[in-house]
């Protein structure tokens, strides 16, 4: 595989938990959960990724 099609997957492997972040986010009533999943994305490898 080349490296191109490596990194494209890794970023929309990215953006995809990005979005799946900010939609439990947006559904959380929660403060702790919300603190969790903040701690969640700031703390996972894909941050990085641009």
Known sequence: MSSVTSTWRQRR??????QALAAAMARSSSP???????T???????TNLR
Do not use: C, Q, V
Not at 13 to 18: G, I, K, L, V
Not at 32 to 38: G, N, V
């Open 32 to 38: 702790a959960l919300r603190d969790e999943l903040l």
């Open 13 to 18: 492997m990215a953006a995809r938990t990005r």
């Open 40 to 46: 969640l994305a700031n703390s996972a490898p894909y």
